[in-house]
């Protein structure tokens, strides 16, 4: 994709904010980033303390990305309906779920099973979230800010792993379950309402027809054929993978077990070691958000998932809870230099066309988070947290340099 250089851009338009729709866009996912944060912290801590198993944690985690298998047909959805017009409904499916969870614990009839069929069926619709709302920022931004405008998207979401944590512990420590629940479904509701605000342009060769399920599969296709074709697109797509199978478990599903297990910390303290991790992400989004990615987004990309799974590597070793903070502070600043970089990087070499359907794919890498929770439950109850993530820290680190080996003339040019 090409454009006019934004430095030479009158200071108002070199800002993603110059857009309509992203002044809208971009409060609607901060608000619904923040309550998927609250949710995935208060219903962790409910799921860990309730069954007192870390079986049943990472089943718990699991199950929030069982959507993941489906997300490409959810990029099959917006490129055929429009994206704007498929998050909003999903936006519509999570508000309706947190009031059901929200009346059941205000009425005193919350239970573990409730939770694990909540966290089910929203797992269907949740995974998908990040990449139908980065195909819309694609298809509204125009060129030369579309690397701002992820890096700033990447800030919301990571100021509100900070805000979600630590809202999310307060409340339910004052208020309890069933209140903290209500303040999620009001964040939904907003999200909801903002996301409506937004406009999409119109597609370049007129409206589709209604899909068939023949035509829905032949889309799908052409979308697994034109990732085949670019190397580089593989080469993001299998990190993104890797990353959620060894990386995220480490830094964000497991942490309650951490907390408490490792480091003898309560709910407080969670919310401090996910703010720790989330803080060294939204500083390496703000620098990106300033600088931008530079020409060669991949290389980037790969450096940064060495460093992030090298201080991963080092986070596994240590038993102090100050120490643990700081290194889950640089993980989450390599972590943004990593994740960034590879989305603007699957925008810029996909042709529009199937903008929806490659966001769809990098989704789809997401079903790595709950194999490995799930192999990350036994290897702990076996092994122990520290042998387990050594394993996991040491593999990510291989199997990254095979990735940069493997396709190291794609994606070093």
């Known amino acids: 994709m090409s454009g006019p250089d934004p430095e030479t851009m009158p200071a108002a338009a070199r800002s993603p904010f110059s857009q309509r729709s992203f002044r809208f866009q971009w409060p609607a996912d901060l608000a619904v980033s923040w309550a ?5 912290l208060v219903l962790g801590w409910y799921v860990l303390t309730e069954t007192g198993s ?18 490409p047909l959810f990029g099959v959805a917006g490129d055929r309906l429009g994206h704007r017009t498929v998050l909003a409904a999903m936006r519509a499916a999570y508000l309706l779920l947190a009031a059901c969870l929200a009346a059941l ?29 980065n195909a819309l920022i694609g298809a509204t931004m125009p060129p030369a800010l579309l690397a701002r405008a992820m890096g700033v998207a990447r800030v919301s979401m990571d100021s509100a792993r900070i805000v979600g944590a630590l809202a999310g512990a307060g409340l339910v420590t004052l208020l ?59 080469a993001a797509l299998w990190l993104a993978f890797l990353a ?53 987004p991949a290389r980037v990309m790969l450096l940064a998932a060495g460093a992030w799974f090298g201080l991963l590597l080092a986070f596994a070793r240590v038993e102090t809870a100050p120490a643990g903070m700081a290194l889950l502070l640089l993980a989450g600043f390599a972590q943004s230099l990593c994740m960034v970089p590879m989305s603007v990087l699957i925008l810029r070499i996909t042709a529009a066309a199937f903008r929806g359907r490659m966001m ?21 109850a076996r092994l122990g947290f520290a042998a387990t993530a050594t394993l996991y820290a040491g593999f990510g680190l291989l199997a990254t340099a095979a990735i940069a080996w493997r396709w190291r003339h794609a994606i070093w040019r």
Do not use: K
């Not at 998927?36 to 995935?40: D, G, R, V």
């Not at 870390?54 to 997300?71: C, E, K």
């Open 36 to 40: 998927f944060e609250m949710e995935t």
């Open 54 to 71: 870390v079986l049943w944690l990472t089943a718990f985690g699991a199950l929030q990305f069982t959507g993941t298998l489906v997300s």
């Open 105 to 133: 614990a205000l009425t005193g009839r919350l239970h573990p099973a409730a939770v694990f069929v909540i966290a089910a069926l929203a797992g269907l619709v949740r995974p998908s979230d990040i990449g139908v709302r």
């Open 176 to 234: 309890g379950l069933g209140p903290a629940y209500l303040a999620v479904a009001g964040l939904y509701l907003a999200s909801l309402l903002l996301t409506l605000g937004t406009r999409e342009p119109p597609r370049m060769d007129g409206p589709r027809l209604p899909a068939s399920l023949l035509s829905t599969w032949r889309e799908l296709g052409e979308g697994f054929a034109h990732a085949r074709a670019t190397p580089a697109l593989l």
């Open 244 to 296: 959620n199978f060894a990386a995220y478990p480490l830094s964000g599903g497991l942490l309650p077990h951490v907390a408490r297990d490792v480091y003898g910390l309560d709910r407080t303290g969670l919310g401090t070691l996910v703010a720790c991790f989330a803080g060294g992400a939204l500083l390496g989004s703000l620098l990106l958000s300033l600088r931008g990615v530079g020409e060669r």
């Open 360 to 380: 769809g794919l990098r989704i789809l890498a997401i079903y790595g988070m709950p194999v490995g929770l799930l192999l990350a439950g036994p290897g702990i």
